[in-house]
């Protein structure tokens, strides 16, 4: 007999998004009887799961439902709810990152690995692509911060964002949540789920769709807006109860993206320069969301990616076996502002990226003397990029030699990328309170490049140093390791230490640029992080406190960088040594039966500690010496100092009518941040803070919620990034985020 399973949503809505589930007093809310003290919360950060509370590592778990409730569902709004991450925009989804600790990749090569991992249902995303487009139907997302290549391998020497989407259930469930916002702002999303054949085989099928009006607008006559938004996907998953030790769960996800994307919108020019588009001018100002271009930005983005996870028992000890497949294909035709259709024929980047990963790990039962994981993994990945860039710069001021008026740039590279992994960790239970926890891992990875490039000379100049065919192979082994002493100074509070070691494998050189400073193969990133840290529940499990102190330094950290050559050139390079160091505050409360209210800070100050001898980003900045500056000391970007958040809920019980309602709010504040590696003063983000409001309805019987809302309530101008050498004219540009002024919009959530 199917029975239809409530899900609470007033959990969902909750302004607690670091452990969501926060009981209340006996009292009747939204339907739920339940105590003051707060649920546990379990995540799976060590391959096992676990009590958020007793993981020695620093965390931050968020529900699914808490995702839903403020509409945040992409990785691009994490930074919003969960400390320590930032994350740094492109001109395609292929040069989008995250960062955690200040600490990320963005680079236009494409033969690089993220430092920050994403790992979806066990599996390792090919890179951001795969796992950014939407974030529906999740069970939770768990935040793990410093090197984590012990357990997630090779490409988490900065943390991992591990995405566990639900499961089917047993019985008969059905959901679906849509908003509508300014702009147009349209998003969808939903699941069934439930029995195929009894108990022995459930399924769970979720679909999303989302859509928004371009944020930039076009003032050229005809010309089409920029900055859309317009994508679907869809995730099936199918779980076997073959024996009561033996099951098996086969996921199949398909998203694909289609956008008009993604231009940055004239700040200002260089004096005397400013230039028109077929006689209409450019606009401009700090808050510009204005252009006026001739021609489009198109973008697209596919992916499909498979699984199969088995789980045996062997006893007291589980066999778990996981094999990933992957292939994405991303397409930008990006547009740089102010360069019109007769300056810019073509500037297209189309790449196709499959992988193959396997894992095959046993995990003994937590309860003994000594507990462990141990297991092997296999990683396999390849990506081709064919770019084709054509100038034309014939106009006034530029007479090209006859028939050389087009420029035109092929820039065809393939990366393989291969690796064999072993790891283990165990811990030694040495007393109740007194934990020690060892691990080691060992990576063997081969790389390959191959590099076509090649150039037909007219108006543009390209560097002849960077033309030609490059074939290169290189293999190394990189070891992690870490080490941590874990202590449970009462029931309520645990302390611990730890030291790790990561590696992020070799990295490549895919694009042109004519700086000596580039190779073909450029070294593994070495972290090693210290960390000492505090997890506790206090005055009757109303109050959780968390917060950690950290230090990691970077050998070899592999940044992106350019040169100022027309047009620049973007490479990869190892930065000596790199340092982020800071504390992680988090603290959730029941302050009373019906208001609840958490907060997060968190201090990161990263920077180079020795990088020499790199491109200036102006010939005439006074400390440039021959093209070159000394980074050392300086900033790494897209790392603000200071972010702090604060939010408070409060639930008011309306006896006489079916529904209860709600009062929601938030504030985010970041410092300052710094846009670009090469220190541009130009380039610095202002520091800013934004306000979220949602009022609501929630239904007694947890049937449905309907919510207002307001994000950025105070209207307060920001951007997701600066940039500049753009050339024709303009000195520095920015992109802009769907909330880079006050949204309203309503939402509903329904669960049958």
């Known amino acids: 007999m199917q029975k239809v399973r409530i899900a609470v949503l007033l959990s969902a809505c909750s302004a607690l998004p670091f452990q969501n589930a926060i009981a209340q007093d006996t009292a009747e809310i939204a339907g739920a009887t339940r105590t003051l003290s707060q649920d546990v919360v379990v995540v799976t950060a060590q391959k096992r799961e676990q009590n958020l509370q007793d993981v020695p590592i620093s965390v931050t778990a968020v529900q699914g439902e808490t995702l839903d409730a403020l509409g945040r569902n992409q990785i691009s709004e994490l930074s919003r709810i969960v400390p320590g991450v930032s994350f740094a925009d492109g001109t395609s989804d292929a040069g989008k990152s995250v960062a955690i600790r200040g600490v990320g990749t963005q680079s236009f090569s494409r033969g690089v690995e993220q430092a920050v991992g994403t790992v979806v249902d066990g599996v390792v995303a090919d890179g951001l692509v795969s796992s950014?487009?939407?974030?529906?139907?999740?069970?939770?997302?768990?935040?793990?911060?410093?090197?984590?290549?012990?357990?997630?391998?090779?490409?988490?020497?900065?943390?991992?964002?591990?995405?566990?989407?639900?499961?089917?259930?047993?019985?008969?469930?059905?959901?679906?949540?849509?908003?509508?916002?300014?702009?147009?702002?349209?998003?969808?999303?939903?699941?069934?789920?439930?029995?195929?054949?009894?108990?022995?085989?459930?399924?769970?099928?979720?679909?999303?769709?989302?859509?928004?009006?371009?944020?930039?607008?076009?003032?050229?006559?005809?010309?089409?807006?920029?900055?859309?938004?317009?994508?679907?996907?869809?995730?099936?998953?199918?779980?076997?109860?073959?024996?009561?030790?033996?099951?098996?769960?086969?996921?199949?996800?398909?998203?694909?993206?289609?956008?008009?994307?993604?231009?940055?919108?004239?700040?200002?020019?260089?004096?005397?320069?400013?230039?028109?588009?077929?006689?209409?001018?450019?606009?401009?100002?700090?808050?510009?969301?204005?252009?006026?271009?001739?021609?489009?930005?198109?973008?697209?983005?596919?992916?499909?990616?498979?699984?199969?996870?088995?789980?045996?028992?062997?006893?007291?000890?589980?066999?778990?076996?996981?094999?990933?497949?992957?292939?994405?294909?991303?397409?930008s035709n990006y547009r740089a502002p102010g360069s019109p259709t007769i300056g810019i024929l073509q500037n297209e980047g189309l790449s196709d990226i499959e992988q193959l990963t396997h894992e095959l790990r046993v995990t003994s039962p937590a309860d003994q003397l000594v507990s462990y994981v141990v297991g092997l993994y296999y990683f396999d990945r390849e990506e081709s990029r064919d770019f084709t860039r054509q100038v034309d710069l014939f106009g006034p001021n530029v007479t090209p030699a006859p028939g050389l008026a087009i420029s035109s740039l092929v820039n065809n590279s393939r990366v393989t990328r291969e690796s064999f992994s072993v790891f283990g960790q165990a811990t030694i239970n040495l007393t109740e309170a007194l934990r020690l926890s060892f691990g080691l891992r060992m990576d063997n990875e081969e790389v390959s490049l191959f590099k076509d490039v090649g150039f037909v000379p007219g108006t543009m100049p390209e560097q002849p140093t960077a033309l030609g065919i490059t074939s290169e192979s290189e293999s190394d082994t990189g070891?992690?390791?870490?080490?941590?002493?874990?202590?449970?100074?009462?029931?309520?509070?645990?302390?611990?230490?730890?030291?790790?070691?990561?590696?992020?494998?070799?990295?490549?050189?895919?694009?042109?640029?004519?700086?000596?400073?580039?190779?073909?193969?450029?070294?593994?990133?070495?972290?090693?992080?210290?960390?000492?840290?505090?997890?506790?529940?206090?005055?009757?499990?109303?109050?959780?406190?968390?917060?950690?102190?950290?230090?990691?330094?970077?050998?070899?950290?592999?940044?992106?960088?350019?040169?100022?050559?027309?047009?620049?050139?973007?490479?990869?390079?190892?930065?000596?040594?790199?340092?982020?160091?800071?504390?992680?505050?988090?603290?959730?409360?029941?302050?009373?039966?019906?208001?609840?209210?958490?907060?997060?800070?968190?201090?990161?100050?990263?920077?180079f500690t020795d990088f020499e001898a790199q491109p200036c980003y102006s010939p005439v900045q006074p400390e440039c010496v021959g093209g070159r500056q000394d980074l050392s000391g300086d900033d790494i970007p897209n790392s603000p100092d200071w972010t702090y958040r604060v939010a408070a809920r409060y639930d008011q019980p309306l006896q006489n009518l079916p529904f209860d309602g709600f009062v929601d709010v938030s504030w985010y504040w970041q410092s300052e941040v710094l846009y670009n590696s090469n220190q541009n003063p130009t380039l610095i983000g202002d520091s800013y803070g934004i306000a979220d409001l949602f009022v609501g309805i929630a239904d007694k019987e947890s049937r449905y919620t309907l919510t207002v809302f307001a994000k950025n309530l105070f209207d307060k101008f920001h951007v997701n990034s600066l940039s500049t050498n753009f050339g024709f004219g303009i000195a520095k540009a920015q992109l802009l985020p769907y909330e880079y002024e006050r949204r309203f919009g309503v939402a509903a959530n329904l669960r049958f």
Not at 199 to 219: F, M, P, Q, S
Not at 285 to 297: F, I, L, R, Y
Not at 485 to 496: F, G, L, R
């Open 479 to 607: 070891w992690s390791g870490r080490i941590i002493a874990q202590y449970d100074a009462s029931d309520d509070v645990m302390v611990y230490a730890s030291a790790a070691r990561g590696y992020k494998g070799l990295g490549t050189n895919t694009l042109v640029s004519g700086d000596p400073a580039v190779v073909p193969i450029v070294d593994p990133e070495i972290p090693t992080s210290f960390e000492l840290g505090l997890k506790s529940r206090l005055l009757d499990n109303r109050v959780t406190f968390n917060t950690a102190l950290f230090h990691t330094t970077f050998d070899d950290f592999q940044s992106s960088n350019l040169d100022n050559n027309t047009p620049p050139g973007f490479f990869l390079v190892n930065a000596e040594e790199m340092r982020t160091m800071g504390v992680e505050v988090e603290m959730d409360a029941r302050v009373t039966e019906r208001l609840s209210m958490s907060g997060s800070l968190t201090y990161t100050d990263a920077e």
């Open 132 to 331: 950014q487009l939407d974030m529906s139907d999740v069970e939770r997302l768990e935040v793990l911060r410093g090197p984590q290549g012990m357990l997630f391998g090779k490409n988490a020497s900065a943390g991992v964002l591990n995405i566990v989407t639900n499961d089917p259930t047993a019985d008969l469930e059905l959901g679906l949540n849509a908003s509508y916002a300014e702009e147009n702002e349209i998003k969808l999303s939903g699941f069934v789920s439930g029995p195929l054949v009894g108990e022995k085989i459930l399924a769970r099928i979720t679909g999303y769709y989302n859509k928004r009006d371009a944020l930039v607008e076009n003032i050229f006559p005809g010309g089409q807006d920029f900055n859309d938004r317009d994508e679907w996907g869809i995730r099936g998953k199918v779980l076997f109860q073959i024996t009561d030790d033996l099951d098996a769960t086969v996921t199949g996800f398909h998203a694909e993206r289609d956008h008009v994307c993604c231009l940055f919108a004239p700040v200002s020019y260089v004096p005397g320069r400013r230039p028109a588009t077929l006689g209409v001018e450019l606009p401009s100002g700090p808050e510009n969301d204005k252009v006026s271009e001739d021609d489009t930005a198109t973008g697209s983005t596919k992916s499909d990616a498979y699984s199969l996870e088995i789980n045996y028992q062997l006893g007291d000890h589980t066999l778990t076996s996981i094999t990933g497949y992957s292939l994405s294909e991303v397409q």
